[in-house]
């Protein structure tokens, strides 16, 4: 075990929740031994998936990124505001996903890692849900200025001030991470040993104190901003005659609204579960087996976000499809170069008028809007 301390439990209790019952049912402890045979055969199945998709497609969205920088205008083409974050947000879910196949071996026997890599892959787990959502909250807000007040916020939109804040995000994210890496333990769950998660003397008060701030902090907040961003930006379109403006934006509304659909169920079980703790809600054993299988999927359903937003790549981005097009004919041989070279005579004949009037959203060389 690498020197390291095991908890054992004697029943069953879902990483995320440490269910404390009613009084009246104490003297009987709630057996989710039904709840932990389930997980054994689906998530193995699910990280498996999801590893593969989103391994694939957003290493293609970090090589067509970097083709398409290196062929505009001769490779003196910088990043756009909107690229800079989709960047950094392809490396958290790439981030993310490296960690699946350990949870899939863990579910499908046991966790044969060692405690040091079972904080690391909580920490890279939280990493990637706290930036996530900051990112598209960055994004969201870099349009509103961009559209909303396109004059006068023209100085603050520059590369150099994304990539700061970018570096931030990343800094107030390992922090954020830091809680959960602190709080991952080895613990024994039906004789197995698994990584999960033992709060201090086992007291609900750290769980659901640390769920609320999860909650808010990783989900509400950010969602807030998001949503009066898009409020505003929509009421500035409604008699805006510019189309480059508003394919610009459905890309970005889509990516927020699959984040949503994505982790709102997952944060609404949390929601319950802390309730429950709280005593707000006595539901009893049957209460904490539907919570526990709900966060149990949710959660899944969450992690499949990090394979889900190159899929928007290819449908939604118009430019995208495109490129990655042009980069699989290269690929292809002498034929793929020979179009690439015709292709380049045609781009220069494209770049200075369709994308001119973009300037103003500093889109002009994005090749994911």
Known sequence: MNGSQVITDNYWDYDYSNTHYPDELQASPCKQNDVYSFGRSYYPAVYSLVFFLAIVGNVLVLCVVARYRSSVR?????????????????????????????????????????????????????????????????????RYLAIVHAVRSGWKRT????????????GICLGLSGVDVTFKQLSKVEGQLMCRTWYVDNTKQWQVGLQLISMVLGFGLPLLVMLYCYVRIFRSLCNAPR??????????????AVFML???????????DSLEKLGTIRGGCQFGWAVDLGIMVTESVGLSHCALNPLLYGFVGVKFRRELAKMVKELLGPRGWRGRQEWGVRKTRRTTGSFSSAESENTSHSVMV
């Open 243 to 256: 189309r480059q403006k508003r394919k610009s934006l459905r890309l970005i509304v889509s990516l927020v």
């Open 74 to 142: 001769g490779g003196a083409c910088a990043l756009s505001i909107t690229d800079i974050f989709l960047l950094h947000l392809a490396v958290a879910d790439l981030l993310l996903a490296l960690t699946l196949p350990l949870s899939a071996v863990q579910w499908a026997d046991k966790w044969v890692f060692g405690l040091v890599v079972c904080k690391i892959s909580a920490g890279l787990f939280s990493l990637n849900r706290y930036s996530s959502i900051l990112f598209l909250a960055c994004i969201s807000f870099d």
């Open 262 to 272: 994505c982790w709102a169920p997952y944060n609404f079980f949390q929601l319950a």
């Open 159 to 170: 590369s150099w001030h994304a990539h700061v804040v970018c570096s931030l995000i990343w």
